[in-house]
């Protein structure tokens, strides 16, 4: 049980004292680079989607 207290305390510690957190400002402007770059990823995994709809149903085009 002592191994676990210990633990706790360590993480509690490494938190609290050793982990620099971001300002919000820094935290804000990765939201948006996160969000921006996940819109441009989407985009090309529906356009790449659609190609590939597109080259199906010419290849065969009685599958709806």
Do not use: C, R
Request: net charge positive; glycine share 2%; proline share 3%.
């Amino acid at each position: 049980m002592k191994k676990i207290v210990n633990y706790f305390k360590a993480t509690y510690d490494e938190l609290v004292h050793k982990v620099s957190w971001p300002t919000a400002k820094e935290l804000q402007s990765s939201v948006v680079i996160v969000s921006i770059a996940s819109l441009i990823i989407a985009l090309i995994v529906f356009l790449m989607d659609a190609v590939f709809n597109a080259g199906i149903h010419l290849l065969f085009p009685a599958i709806h």
